[in-house]
């Protein structure tokens, strides 16, 4: 089946009670196993059923069969946020002692966690410049590796097969972080990645209108995550959340065709304006990520970064002027957003480490929306007119 018929039909069929043709929304903290012997059978997991939300959810579990078949993977998991996702993966999967690596820059809040949340708990956390430095320099004993393919928020392109290959001399587990993506665009598991996860938050919803966490891969290592992120961490998702996310992923090959387009035109805009001193976009034949994408995945994403010479004050007053992009952080939305990394989503970062993953002053991140091209052009281009 393709893809975007998958997402119509995988893991969704008619509720079995009512017939109703979309999930319904579960709302029960609980449910009655209604005798003590089935009680007992079903806590033993002797007997299927349903016991208490935060374990389990018939809208929740519906969603993650649909994300299970739509990322080829065994099992899948949803959490009430990407950070869970992140969390939930390294607290099963790492202990007191372990090394852990991850490629520069990811997410602000990964990196915060990473670097100041799990080296309390006596793990290693060692950062990588690229996917190369990973490969000739991997720490002997690493346990885990995490990498985005397209990272957050410079747009720097890692390369899975050097990710794989560098993980393979420790024998780590991987973890790429695919929310930018999208299985629409790359699917990880199948070409051999251990683990996928994303902020469902983003892309896989696609309205702005929930925070979410999906992490998928082999049976063995996602029982061990679900036990962590929901009875330990306690972590899952609502059911109204669950039923928005399943409603978003309906549409999300539209939404992604859209911005896909939207991205490449804005960035061929932009490329050419005399005012923007780098234009950040993998799809531009002169990033250096473009070929490797262009190899391994095929698109090039729905984010565009830029860079104004002039720090926060000038890359401030160019914001303040757009009125279609909105200021928020945040990506993956119908609409256009656009933020400055350095001064919100990557502020915990010091300095020294900004500096070293990329994260500049002058950096600009646009989440390119489905809007028409022409309109948000025509609103960069007013706004650029000012710097
Ligand atoms: N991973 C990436 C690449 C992100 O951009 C974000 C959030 O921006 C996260 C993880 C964390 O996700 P959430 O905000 O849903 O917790």
């Not at 007997?47 to 080829?72: C, K, W």
């Not at 090394?99 to 060692?126: C, K, M, Q, W």
């Not at 399943?246 to 991205?263: I, K, P």
């Not at 390119?368 to 281009?381: F, H, T």
């Amino acid at each position: 089946m393709k893809f975007k018929t998958q997402l119509l039909h995988s893991g969704i069929g008619a509720d079995q009670q009512t017939g109703a043709l979309t999930t319904p929304i579960y709302q029960s903290s609980t449910f009655t196993y209604g005798n003590a012997a089935e009680g007992k059978a079903r806590f033993a997991g002797e007997h299927p059923g349903f016991i208490y939300s935060r374990m389990g959810n018939p809208t929740v579990q519906a969603l993650e069969q649909q994300l299970a078949e739509l990322e080829d993977a065994e099992e899948a998991l949803v959490v009430a946020s990407g950070m869970a996702a992140v969390s939930s993966i390294f607290y099963a999967l790492v202990s007191a002692g372990d090394e852990v690596a991850f490629i520069d820059p990811v997410y602000g809040g990964t990196a915060a966690f990473l670097i100041n949340t799990l080296t309390r708990a006596g793990i290693h956390v060692s950062s990588y410049r690229s996917d190369d430095d990973l490969l000739a320099n991997i720490k002997a004993g690493t346990k885990l590796v995490l990498f985005e393919p397209i990272t957050n928020p410079n747009l720097k392109v890692s390369d899975y097969r050097k990710v794989i290959a560098a993980a393979a001399k420790t024998g780590a587990i991987t973890v790429c972080d695919n929310t930018f993506l999208t299985p629409y665009l790359f699917k990880p598991l199948t070409k051999g990645i251990d683990i996928v996860m994303h902020s469902a938050t983003k892309y896989l919803s696609g309205h702005g209108d929930i925070i979410a966490g999906v992490i998928a891969g082999k049976r063995q290592l996602m029982q061990s995550i679900r036990t962590i992120a929901l009875k330990h961490i306690g972590a899952p998702i609502g059911p109204q959340e669950a039923y928005l996310l399943q409603r978003g992923l309906r549409t999300l090959a539209l939404r992604m065709d859209a911005h896909l387009a939207g991205a490449a035109q804005v960035a061929a805009f932009l490329a050419k304006h005399p005012a923007v001193a780098k234009v950040i976009y993998p799809g531009l034949a002169d990033d250096p990520g473009h070929t490797t994408l262009a190899e391994t995945v095929g698109a090039y994403g729905g984010m565009v970064s830029i860079e104004l010479s002039g720090g926060f004050t000038r890359a401030a007053r160019f914001l303040d002027k757009l009125h279609l992009f909105t200021q928020a952080v945040s990506l993956g939305d119908l609409e256009s957003l656009a933020c400055h990394p350095a001064s919100t989503t990557h502020a915990a970062m010091s300095v020294t480490d900004r500096q070293q993953a990329g994260v500049t002053d002058d950096l600009i991140r646009l989440s390119i929306g489905v809007e028409a091209p022409e309109d948000l052009i025509a609103d960069l281009a007013q706004a650029l007119a000012y710097t």
